[in-house]
């Protein structure tokens, strides 16, 4: 059984379930805020804070996990990272009020307060550009710290900058840039049978977000114009029905010979044929010959009966 841990609310959990339905592991629920759901087949799913799948994937309480890449690196825990989902893209970033006169990392000065969610990734940004700050550690709503002496710049998550700027501040540095992560402990890809399961899990997400980029294109070209527009799309590939009205092969586009219909010689007709259907065809034929011979065999109807005229009809 692989667990997979998943986000149970924020701006991350939504679009893994999402993904996961997409890749065919659909969720049966017990009730609607149950902590655990079966996915189907080898697959678990347990709901959990966001923050708490580093720990829940390194400890070995769930073998996969998504979760974000400022979450993992803040973590610090041993894990490895499987795919990159590319959603819930966002950036961990250094905010000052908007009539400060910090304008960069080289304008912090020492002792400068700094109310962030995120103290080792803020620590460590800090301590590689050579500044000495204090931090203020922060649960949410860091934004407010400024404006109440509580800080003079933040470090926080930002995906537009829309509440920045409504609560009177600007960017001032990039810390991390981050997107969605699908991460696993170590002793289950060390392990055949868990690595085997693990790269089945990433395939079948890989295809759910290759083909989001993908779209399908059907248009009447004229064959006249089809060398210009295998320029413009060099991956394009002739219909089947281009192909069959065009006489062309499927595997090396040579064009092909149809063959006539077959038709028997007039000298070698069966006695009889139809002159307005298809005289030669030969399974046709030998079935209205072995209909007439029936019925002459058993007395029946002959050549010029009403009989033999209601089924020449039928067999039009």
Not at 27 to 36: K, T, V
Request: overall charge positive.
């Amino acid at each position: 059984m692989i667990r997979i841990a998943l986000p149970n609310k924020g701006r991350l959990a939504e679009a893994a379930r999402e993904l996961l339905a997409r890749a065919g592991l659909e969720f049966e629920l017990r009730a609607e805020r149950a902590l655990q759901a079966s996915l189907g087949g080898d697959f678990q799913a347990l709901f959990v804070r966001a923050e708490d799948i580093p720990e829940f994937v390194a400890d070995g309480a769930a073998d996969v996990g998504i979760t974000g890449r400022d979450l993992v690196a803040e973590s610090e825990r041993p894990v490895e990272v499987v795919l990159d989902l590319g959603f819930g893209r966002c950036r961990l970033a250094v905010a000052a009020r908007d009539e400060s006169e910090i304008r960069s990392v080289d304008d912090v000065a020492p002792g400068t307060r700094v109310a962030t969610s995120f103290p080792r990734l803020t620590a460590r940004f800090f301590r590689d550009a050579g500044r000495d700050v204090t931090l203020v550690p922060v649960s949410g709503a860091a934004e407010i710290a400024p404006h109440l002496g509580v800080a003079d710049i933040i470090v926080d998550l930002v995906s537009t900058g829309s509440t920045l700027k409504v609560n009177g501040l600007r960017e001032v540095a990039t810390v991390l840039e981050s997107t969605a992560l699908v991460i696993a402990r170590r002793e289950l890809l060390a392990d055949p049978d868990g690595a085997r399961r693990a790269e089945e899990l990433k395939a079948a997400l890989e295809s759910v977000i290759r083909a989001q980029d993908k779209r399908y294109l059907m248009a009447n070209v004229p064959r006249r114009a089809l060398a210009e527009l295998k320029r413009i799309l060099p991956g394009l590939n002739l219909g089947a029905h281009h192909r069959r009205r065009h006489g062309l092969g499927r595997d090396r586009g040579r064009a092909r010979r149809r063959r006539p219909p077959r038709r028997l010689p007039r000298d070698r007709r069966p006695q009889g044929a139809r002159r307005d259907g298809d005289p030669g065809h030969p399974h046709r034929t030998a079935d209205a010959l072995t209909r007439r011979r029936t019925r002459r065999e058993a007395g029946g109807d002959t050549e010029n009966s009403p009989g033999h005229a209601r089924v020449s009809r039928r067999s039009r």
